[in-house]
């Protein structure tokens, strides 16, 4: 049975050209009239998604201004990744992948025209807590002696491999080999690296030891590796999305767009920063109360709207914030709430996935409602898969919406009648929810009917994605020598004839 069929067996709602089709079985006409009342705000027609469409395409211009990239709410940052993999990259890398209490560090070998990574190992190391809040120095001589112990256990010791650096922090890149971090998260405050090179303290904390050595540094955002770990299977493949706790995404851009950076000729990849689209006011006529609820009660109030709306982090939420509003209101469990249900984030993003994926029956639910301390009877659990159907749809055809204007824009920055492409994808959310990557695609097709998109999910994009970045780094830089060379040949040659 395909996702499609399974959707019209359940509660859920499906769009054809700008009309909604609602599938609410089990529920009494009354109640879904008055449930009806507080979902049909998370119902974007067609017409809505196209207008969210044309606000993006707007504020990807703005990002990519020399002037206008400041307040811009959609960063657009330039990666100075230059190329995806063309096949015939070649040779042993390293990968460092730091985003959270561990790190992994990678030893990835890449076969030349087989387009696969022929050997991958990997080792993680633990980051102590007060490491994350201690010195800088501290948490760099901690990864640098980290990364001996593998070279040592790898029977690398000794070779000066250049190496690729996912570092999800939010940074600002200068080159391929110079990112200076903004501000720590995730629990880490360590001193002395905010405002600072983070290649460079790596290097420093490297020649601080003195056994060891490596090449050149490649730094990767972790959209950036999902494109480019997909890259290296399918040549086509430039655009890089993830849906998971959050949500990001990167495209080639012509260079000549990118006017913050220097040059005409080629194209660069852009981190979007796609989480800030709205983060301005530009989507507030499609923001619901109780997204106004998730964003007031985040950590980070005003900031990452399109991202509140969508990704895995705030689903839940949003869930159970309804669900509490449904109770209140005596349209759910006979008016009686539980500790758990009013508990914030006690309702879990991957229950939404749980309760969707049933074919028949609505065993899931009831059981995470039970879990959740809740006494439900049959229309209990089928109001509650319409709300959880309800807004991971409306997740999926956002993000829709925003891919399918980067595909456009693609498509006619290179003034193509059709364009053919593939995204790479990853997130718990798109890899997890039973529909989720199906509606996305839905989305896609009817906003950017002349763009033929095909999606794979990506395998280890910090670790594949970031040996990858090196590998075309380290190749382009060799054609770039190579074109001196010969440059200097002809110049020679020149000479002789004019004496």
């Known amino acids: 049975m395909s996702s499609a069929e399974k959707r019209s067996k359940g509660s859920g709602a499906e769009m054809s050209g700008d009309t909604w089709t609602l599938h609410t079985d089990g529920i009494p006409p009354n109640t879904l009239s008055k449930v009806q009342e507080y979902l049909e705000h ?37 990666t100075f990744v230059r190329a995806t993999p063309d096949g015939t990259e070649k040779g042993d890398f390293l990968a460092l992948d730091l985003g959270g209490t561990n790190f992994r560090v990678l030893h990835v070998r890449v076969v030349e025209e087989q387009q696969r990574v022929l050997k991958m190992d990997s080792q993680i190391c633990a980051i102590p807590k007060e490491m994350m809040l201690g010195p800088g ?32 922090f939010p940074c600002e890149q200068k ?6 971090l903004i501000r720590w998260t995730k629990g880490f405050n360590c001193s002395g690296v905010e405002g600072k090179d983070v290649v460079k303290l790596l290097k420093e904390a490297i020649h601080r030891r003195g056994d060891y050595d490596i090449g050149s540094v490649a730094m990767v955002n972790d959209t950036v590796g999902t494109m480019m770990s997909c890259g290296y299977r399918d040549q086509s493949c430039e655009i890089g999305m993830i849906i998971g706790t959050g949500t990001n995404a990167c495209y080639m851009e012509e260079m000549k767009n990118v006017k913050r950076v220097e040059g005409e000729d080629g ?24 997204d106004v609820v998730v964003d007031e009660t985040s950590i980070n109030p005003g900031v990452h709207t399109f991202e509140k709306m969508i990704s895995g982090m705030y689903l839940g939420e949003i869930v159970r914030l309804l669900l509490v509003r449904l109770t209140e209101d005596k349209l759910l469990f006979k008016g009686q709430t539980s ?29 995470i409602l039970t879990k959740l301390g809740l006494k439900c009877d049959l229309v209990d659990s089928c109001v509650v898969r319409l709300v959880c159907d309800t807004v991971s749809s409306r997740s999926a055809r956002l993000c829709g ?52 998109i095909t999606f794979l999910v990506s395998e280890d994009g910090s670790g594949k994605g970031a040996a ?27 000479e002789e004839e004019g004496q």
């Open 267 to 290: 194209r660069m990849c852009i981190n979007t920063e796609w989480g800030g689209f709205g983060d301005d006011g530009s989507l507030k006529d499609i923001l619901t109360e109780f």
């Open 468 to 494: 990858m970045v090196t590998a075309v780094a380290q190749r382009l830089a060799h054609q770039s020598r190579l074109l001196e060379e010969s440059d200097g040949e002809d110049d020679e040659e020149e």
């Open 339 to 367: 500790e758990a249900l009013l508990t914030p984030e006690a309702f879990q993003t991957k229950f939404i996935s749980e309760i969707e994926e049933q074919d028949d029956g609505l065993e899931n639910t009831q059981n």
């Open 42 to 78: 998370f119902h974007l027609s067609l017409e809505k998604l196209q207008e969210v469409s044309a606000r993006l395409r707007k504020d990807l211009i703005r990002g990519l201004g020399k002037h206008s990239h400041h307040k811009a709410p959609v960063k657009m940052l330039p």
């Open 137 to 168: 120095e501290q948490l760099f001589d901690h990864i640098a002696a980290c990364l001996n112990d593998f070279l040592v256990s790898q029977k690398l010791k000794g070779q000066t491999l250049p190496l690729g650096f996912t570092f999800s």
């Open 175 to 180: 080159e391929i080999d110079k990112s200076i």
């Open 401 to 452: 919406a925003a891919l399918a204007t980067l595909a456009n824009r693609i498509r006619v920055n290179r003034r193509l009648d059709r364009l053919k492409t593939t995204v790479g994808v990853d997130g718990t959310v798109y890899r997890k929810h039973p529909t989720f990557s199906e509606e996305l695609r839905a989305t896609v097709r009817l906003l950017a009917p002349e763009c033929d």
